[in-house]
């Protein structure tokens, strides 16, 4: 395999994703794109009342515009500085991407399900207005972005990219200081005790 097929993975797989990003943007804009309504038994009640603070968890960013960004970035890399150490083995590397992509779209899926059948929203730029806690949240309280790390990894190993592997270390730095800590900080000032009692006993990752 060559650096050239290597940043051509990483590129295509960058402009995938940003495309389902932005096909899915777009039909939220089309739906109406408003705060979805909380649907009986789907979740822990949104309380009444609350500090003043803007009911959002103030992330730094979307978290797939971040994910995107590592992508571009790895790939640029690729072309700029190659690491060809993992040219070779294609087969075993395309089938090893291949199942862990498949593995985190999998787990984004059931996180979005619960979310969707609680009717709370999933972009952490709105307001959640239910505590979920069943189904894959019961194993970790962040199903979407454990999911698109995989997704994110997969497209690294089956470009056989050093450079994409290894940005997985700032990439989660990131996610957790500048996403995953302000949900938190939001989610316990929101839900008080009943996020904390979640938070006691439900790993942040895995």
Request: hydrophobic residues 55%; glycine residues 14%.
């Amino acid at each position: 395999m060559t650096i050239s097929e290597t940043v051509l993975i990483l590129a295509g797989g960058t402009a995938v994703l940003a495309i389902l990003f932005g096909i899915r943007l777009a039909m939220r804009a089309v739906a109406g794109g408003g705060a979805a309504a909380p649907r009986p038994g789907g979740g822990a009640a949104c309380p009444t009342g609350g500090s003043g603070a803007p009911d959002v968890a103030g992330v730094i960013a979307l978290p797939p515009l971040i994910f995107l960004g590592f992508l571009a970035a790895a790939a640029v890399l690729e072309a700029v500085v190659p690491l060809p150490l993992l040219a070779a083995h294609a087969i075993p590397r395309y089938v090893a991407g291949a199942a862990l992509a498949a593995g985190g779209f999998v787990m984004i899926a059931m996180g979005a399900r619960r979310f969707l059948a609680a009717g709370t929203n999933i972009p952490p730029t709105l307001p959640t207005t239910a505590l979920v806690v069943d189904g894959i949240y019961r194993r970790t309280r962040n199903p979407f972005y454990l999911g698109t790390t995989l997704v994110y990894l997969g497209l690294g190993v089956a470009a056989g990219s050093l450079w994409a592997i290894g940005l997985v270390v700032p990439l989660m730095w990131v996610i957790n200081v500048g996403v995953v800590a302000r949900e938190e900080r939001y989610l316990e000032r929101k839900f008080g005790d009943a996020y904390r009692a979640y938070k006691a006993r439900v790993r942040r990752w895995i």
